[in-house]
Structure formats: C-alpha cells, structure tokens
C-alpha cells in the first residue's frame, strides 16, 4: 500500500493577519530610525543598500495592498455583469504554499528591479507610513480564498498572506545584521515562516527517513529510506528557528553550522547539505 499523502498545513487567518501586521510594524519603527548613514551601507544582498533592503520589507506588504484592489476590481467587474479576461486572476501554473518557496528564484531579477525603483520613489518612512495607511484600510475586508495573479502565478490571498511572514522574517534578520539592529520577530510571524521553510524542505525530499525538529515550532518527516514508526528516530536533525531560516535561505551553510553547532545531526541519513538552500 503506498503511504498516505501528508496532509497540507493549515494556518490560522486571524493569527496570520496579526502577525503580518505586528512584524511590519516592528521593521516601520526601527527603519524610521535608521540614519542616513546606514541607510547608505551595504545590505550583504548584491547590490542592495539598507535603503533598498528596507523597501523591499515595505513592498512586501505593499503588495497585499495591491492585489486586495485587484480583487476588488474583478469584484466590481462581476457585479456589473461584465466580461472579464478569465485569466486575468489565474495567470500560469497555481501557487501553493507547498510550491511558493521554489517558484520565487525565477523572479529574482524582476523583484531587484522593482525594489530599486520603490526604494528611489520616496523617502523609508513615506513609504512605510503609505503602506500602514493602506492596509489598515484594505486588510480587514479582504476575502482569503479569492486567487490573486502574481507575478509567480495564481495563489490564495490567505496563502500569499502566509508567505508574507517569510519575507517579513528573513529580511528583518537581513537588516539586523546589516544595519546592526535588533528588530523582534513576532513570534506568530517567526513560527510561520519556520513552518513554511521546513515543509518545503519535506517537499524536496520527501520521505520519512529523517526528522528534522525547529523547536518549538516544527517537526517535519523527509528524505526517502527505511520508515520509522517508534521510538527515537534513527536519522534526527535539530536546530534553532532562526538558524534554520538562515540555512533555509542560504544566509548560511550547513557545515558552517554544524561546526558551530548550532544544528544537531545524527544518523546516515541526517546531513541535508545538499538539500539546502530552499530558496534565497
């Protein structure tokens, strides 16, 4: 009998909507402290600055402004009665969660392109107190399970709600240690992205040979080998939330940190340096 398909995390809407809202104003105060000086200073992203890296966090957020409008506009389309481009909001391949970390590279370039000429369009805090004003107004009546079309393809707004705390997670961890900053995580935003990135990783290596625990917020099943079904598993991986986003991410490597030890493995079928980074 094959194994049973793993079943798709859910995520709590509220929760999720909070989170987004909370990290985002976590970034909106420390970036409007930030001096000219270190807006200048080099990202550690390419060519970013700090200025370009936090107008990337504000388009983050900036774009659930955009595609709640575009949902209300194909809303008013459908009332009136008019015809619209079917396509218009199921452009490409669907996105699912599961996907959505692996899809994002291919627009890596489009997205460098976009967050420069954000960045040069206004000053940080025009930008982020812009974005504020406008998703307090839009966020509380927009409808999760209405397909928006992004650049990536069609997806769930509560799905690409959810990928928002990955963007806002990493690239806040980005602009601490550029800008020498220790803006929090929510801890809502950082369980999610944790939980993104490691079913992603259960995604790419399917299997259960390997458990690989993120406390105290993930325990995921991957790599494909010998089933376990009691006791302790014989192949275990364990790391620190952030940590893992890091190696997730390519911020890090995985020899890097096992030699640090800050991630724990054991077992044959423990070393996933060669699985990672999932995206970056």
């Excluded at 490597?253 to 340096?273: H, P």
Aim: with cysteine; proline share 6%.
């Amino acid at each position: 009998m094959p194994p049973a398909k793993k079943r798709a995390r859910s995520y709590d809407s509220a929760k999720i909507r909070a989170a987004v809202l909370a990290q985002f104003g976590n970034v909106r105060a420390a970036v409007g402290r930030l001096t000219p000086e270190q807006l200048a200073s080099p990202s550690g992203l390419g060519e970013w600055r700090v200025r370009e890296l936090a107008a990337h966090l504000c388009m983050a957020v900036e774009s659930v402004n955009l595609y709640i409008e575009q949902i209300e506009q194909i809303e008013q389309i459908e009332q009136e009665g008019r015809t619209r481009d079917r396509d218009r909001d199921r452009r490409g391949e669907p996105v699912t969660l599961a996907t959505w970390p692996f899809a994002t590279a291919a627009h890596a370039g489009a997205i460098s392109g976009s967050v420069t000429e954000y960045a040069a369009s206004a000053a940080p805090d025009e930008l982020f107190a812009r974005t504020a004003a406008r998703i307090e107004a839009l966020l509380p009546g927009a409808d999760d399970d209405r397909v928006v079309a992004m650049r990536l393809g069609a997806m769930r707004l509560g799905d690409y709600l959810v990928t928002r705390t990955v963007e806002l997670i990493v690239h806040t961890d980005d602009l601490n240690r550029a800008a020498g900053l220790a803006v929090p995580f929510d801890r809502q935003a950082l369980a999610a992205c944790t939980r993104v990135l490691a079913d992603a990783l259960a995604v790419k290596a399917p299997g259960s040979a390997t458990e690989v625990r993120v406390p105290p917020y993930a325990v995921v099943q991957c790599v494909a080998g010998p089933r376990h079904t009691r006791g302790t598993p014989p192949n275990v991986v364990e790391t620190d939330p952030l940590t893992w986003i890091r190696l997730a991410t390519g911020r890090t490597d995985w020899r890097t940190e096992i030699d640090a030890a800050r991630v724990g493995a054991s077992g044959e079928r423990a070393d996933l340096g060669g699985l990672l980074p999932l995206m970056g």
